[in-house]
């Protein structure tokens, strides 16, 4: 689930990466 990864990454440095989080 390489997901998780990368939507540490883009939390880091977007906060906008909730609106299109998974979860």
Do not use: Q
């Given at each position: ?15 906008g990466v909730?609106n299109?989080?998974?979860?």
């Amino acid at each position: 689930k390489y997901n998780d990864s990368v939507w540490r990454i883009d939390v880091g440095m977007s906060s906008g990466v909730l609106n299109k989080a998974p979860e």
